[in-house]
């Protein structure tokens, strides 16, 4: 069965160093999305991305925060200049399109830590 | 922000018996109506979903009910087995270009052999 794949599982930075989260989605799926979950919080939108931009993003996605998909499997999520409150779970996400496309399937998550 | 809310943290339920697991949402305009489920140091998993056309849906164990009118759903799990207990986390999207979710807090599920 095909699934999203994220790397890597766990990241640890200093604050003010840049990360890159990465991101497989489901092949054939057009619609790709960023959450977060902070330890003990709700899972939070960060943005979404279609056609090749974003479609929307949260008041969390700051300047600080960029996606890109670099090629035709690969979706990324930058952090220029990680700050502590940065410490959250990263899920990438992936859906199809039509109806289907609110069936939004989830990454197993990186775990990011900064210090 | 409280748009979708799940006021329950926990649930215990006897293997083979129901679980019900509720959810609350707030804003009209949500169309689309998600279950996830959760295991620790996992990403949420697709269970099931409901159109605002709709007031039910079900797949195996698994059905969703809606109620629109009181901006109510909830998950009925028959029979309960110990493999459910995880999180169950209710999620709402609005009719749009972008899809996104908005998720409740979670409901611990503990399944009791």
């Known amino acids: 069965e095909p699934e999203v794949t994220q790397t890597p599982s766990h990241q640890v930075t200093q604050m003010g160093q840049e990360v890159i989260l990465r991101c497989v989605p489901i092949s054939n799926h ?22 090749n931009e974003i479609s929307e993003k949260s008041e969390i996605f700051d300047d600080q925060f960029s996606v890109e998909r670099p090629d035709g499997s690969n979706f990324t999520l930058k952090i220029r200049s ?21 069936e939004q399937y989830f990454g197993p998550g990186t775990r990011l830590t900064v210090t | 922000d409280q748009q979708v809310k799940q006021n329950s943290p926990s649930l215990s339920v006897q293997e083979g018996r129901i679980s019900i697991l509720n959810c609350d949402y707030t804003n009209s305009m949500f169309d689309y109506f998600l279950w996830y489920k959760k295991y620790p140091a996992e990403g949420p998993t697709f269970l099931i979903s409901i159109s605002s056309i709709k007031d039910k849906n079900e797949d195996g164990r698994f059905t969703v009910f809606l109620n629109k009118s009181a901006k109510h759903l909830s998950l009925h799990i028959v029979p309960s087995q110990p493999g459910d207990s995880a999180v169950y986390f209710c999620a709402a999207s609005a009719d749009g270009a972008t899809n996104k979710l908005i998720f409740g807090t979670g409901t611990l599920l503990a399944v009791q052999p």
């Open chain 1, 30 to 51: 057009l619609y790709f999305y960023w959450y977060r979950q902070i330890l003990g919080q709700k899972v939070e939108f960060l943005v979404s991305f279609y056609n």
């Open chain 1, 82 to 102: 990680t700050k502590l409150e940065d410490s959250a779970m990263y899920f990438c996400a992936s859906s199809g399109q039509g109806r289907v496309s609110y």
